[in-house]
């Protein structure tokens, strides 16, 4: 069965500091997506990266990293020298290959509380 | 290019009451989700329409519908509304074909209170 856990559910760090969000999945598809979303105050899901199952590369975004491993499943995202305007909850989900219709499995999210 | 756009934000209903939520995709997006949002459980698929055909539904009874417009716009519409219906509800579209390998781009959200 598909699955996503976040297992942090809550999160707090001091402004500056770095923070990694960890994200587990299953699946028994070959062929599957990663994403995540961060959720601000407002409540609109906003998209950060999408990753496909064949491309185990780790991104950089700017203060934004995401480490894909598919030997542990997992998907981890780390924000270096995190600012108070990163808090939010982050959504970790799958979106599996024989899913025609774009059904998004999301983990119960990690909610950030960045400190000045 | 505009994102994605929900109408109503707000609503507070009464329990046995029905409620129709809309969603205005990302021009030229022909996929659009809908997914609700609770403290308990968490963000849950509800239905994914394109081409104004359902292609997928979630595990959510049959008080809960949809439907899609030639235009992309959808709707979707809950019938004798419970307590538990009280969540936020979100719209996603995604480009062209939609499917798993898309990215979904998620509206506001309608915010649903049931009393």
């Known amino acids: 069965a598909q699955k996503v856990t976040q297992a942090q559910t809550e999160i707090s760090v001091v402004e500056k500091e770095d923070v990694t969000l960890d994200c587990v999945y299953e699946t028994r598809d070959t062929t599957y997506y990663l994403f995540w979303y961060k959720q601000p105050p407002s409540g609109e899901l906003v998209f950060l990266i999408r990753r496909n199952s064949f491309d185990e590369q780790n991104e950089i975004s700017g203060r934004y990293s995401w480490n894909f491993q598919k030997s542990t499943s997992s998907f981890n995202f780390t924000i270096t020298a995190s600012q108070v305007v990163d808090s939010a909850v982050y959504f970790c989900a799958l979106s599996e290959a024989w899913n025609q219709g774009g059904k998004l499995i999301f983990g119960q999210g990690t909610e950030l509380s960045v400190k000045p | 290019k505009a994102g994605v756009t929900q109408t109503p934000r707000y609503l507070i209903k009464t329990r046995g009451q029905q409620v129709t939520l809309s969603c205005s995709p990302i021009s030229g997006h022909r996929s659009v989700s809908w997914y609700q949002q609770t403290p308990g459980q968490g963000l849950q698929f509800l239905f994914e329409y394109f081409s104004e055909t359902q292609r997928n539904k979630g595990n959510f009874p049959g008080r809960f519908s949809g439907r899609q417009f030639s235009n992309s716009r959808s709707e979707m519409n809950v019938s004798t509304l419970e307590l538990g219906d009280s969540a936020l509800y979100l719209c996603?579209?995604?480009?062209?074909?939609?499917?798993?390998?898309?990215?979904?781009?998620f509206g506001p959200g309608t915010r649903l209170l049931v009393l």
């Open positions: 996603a579209s995604s480009f062209a074909q939609g499917g798993s390998q898309e990215t979904q781009y």
